[in-house]
């Protein structure tokens, strides 16, 4: 028996688990799969973790024949939160999430196996139209007296931080900030850190049930057997939905679909990541590799990988950088990134139960907001005052859901 079991060995479960080592709890972590397989939300994305992308999650396509009564009221929730009031208050508190996950990645990937997959040498922002690069230029002074290092590039800047790359734009933006992390290496090298201070994770077990007496949860079923612990922590991204509907929860919460593209690097590959702005597409160098990835679907728990999805992706990103005409494809993937309405992540306790807190919902800047947010679980569950305020992260926030 563990002080703690944390259901989800994704990059949220891990950092979970590693600021709950670091307060002294005994902690054991459950898998449905492994640490970094194909099928998480972490293997196949651009892992960009620095102050970019704290903006509200742009409205997904929809793909499902037949909503379901869960993703109709998502949607419900999604467009009621899609107010200039909302979307600025959610910007503020999840930059604040990012930034402080920003220091933490920088001190743990200072040294150690981390620190080869940790690279925070900045990240360009492109924009191919005159009409979205000046809506850029405008919201610079915005975005810098709220702590982004955003930089409006002359062309001569450019040339001089990519001499060789062949950029098709109108105009390009440096955050000075931008980072990113290696995926899945850096999920393998966070499991192996966490797992040497102690902590056991159990690959493919994928939990089945709960048994709960007097609104304690006594027993978490999984594959390999059962599990018993003081605490459970729902860290599962887009599976703690079904979690949590074994016991009687409701989360506002729907898989979110998106996909990438791994191609090899052409000598005059970006050394910088790219953001391709108006196409809302990223490319991330990986040595010879370069990732390009984006999109957002409402398509359930699919994971298909449509040809015309994968040329999408091309065309997009060759339009601004036509030297990666005509690479070879490496590899194409697609994960389901837990989605909030709100874009915020569930963080807190949940009513009706004395053990369970969840973590979830950290959308398609998961990797950026994790960090701190398992700093946050960890300070709720040994009873430690929190960092920041959890109010805009109580999973009551939309109705039919439980917690505080």
Not at 30 to 50: H, I, L, Q
Not at 71 to 90: G, I, K, M, P, Y
Not at 218 to 229: C, E, I, N, S, W
Not at 371 to 396: N, W
């Amino acid at each position: 028996m563990s002080d703690v079991l944390v259901v989800g060995g994704g990059v949220v479960g891990l950092f979970c688990a590693y600021f709950l080592r670091q307060a002294g709890a005994s902690v054991a972590v459950v898998e449905r799969a492994t640490v970094g397989d194909r099928r998480s939300c972490s293997y196949g994305n651009t892992g960009f973790v620095g102050t970019q992308g704290a903006a509200p999650m742009a409205e997904p396509d929809v793909l499902v024949p037949h909503p379901d009564r869960e993703l109709v009221s998502w949607l419900r929730h999604f467009r009621q939160a899609r107010n200039d009031r909302d979307a600025a208050e959610t910007y503020r508190v999840l930059l604040d999430l990012k930034k402080r996950g920003l220091e933490i990645l920088r001190e743990l990937c200072a040294s150690g196996g981390l620190a080869s997959t940790f690279t925070a040498d900045g990240l360009l922002l492109a924009y191919r139209t005159p009409e979205g690069f000046e809506d850029a230029c405008r919201s610079v002074p915005a975005a810098v007296s709220l702590g982004v290092p955003l930089r409006i590039l002359s062309p001569e800047e450019l040339c001089v931080l990519e001499p060789r790359v062949e950029f098709d734009i109108r105009g390009a933006v440096l955050n000075e900030e931008g980072a990113y992390v290696r995926v899945p290496e850096s999920l393998g090298e966070l499991a192996r850190l966490v797992t040497g201070l102690g902590v056991k994770i159990y690959s493919h077990a994928e939990v089945v049930g709960f048994e709960v007496a007097a609104r304690t949860i006594t027993t978490v079923r999984t594959a390999q057997g059962d599990f018993r612990a003081g605490e459970v922590v729902l860290a599962a991204g887009a599976w703690s939905a079904e979690c949590a509907r074994r016991l009687g929860i409701e989360l506002a919460l729907q898989p979110v679909k998106g996909y990438s593209v791994t191609v090899e690097a052409p000598p005059d590959a970006p050394r910088l990541p790219v953001l391709c702005a108006e196409a809302s597409i990223a490319v991330a160098p990986l040595g010879d590799r370069l990732r390009l990835a984006g999109m957002l679907e409402l398509s359930g728990m699919d994971t298909a990988v449509p040809a015309e999805r994968v040329e999408d992706i091309r065309r997009a990103v060759e339009s601004y950088l036509p030297g990666l005409k005509r690479t070879t494809i490496i590899e194409t993937w697609s994960g389901l990134r837990p989605g909030t309405p709100d874009s915020r992540p569930h963080l807190g306790r949940v009513d009706g139960f004395t053990n369970l807190t969840v973590a979830c919902g950290h959308g398609h800047i998961g990797m950026g907001l994790a960090p701190f947010s398992g700093k946050l679980v960890a300070q709720v569950v040994t009873g430690q005052r929190s960092d920041v305020d959890l109010a805009p992260f109580r999973v009551d926030r939309f109705a039919g859901s439980a917690a505080r």
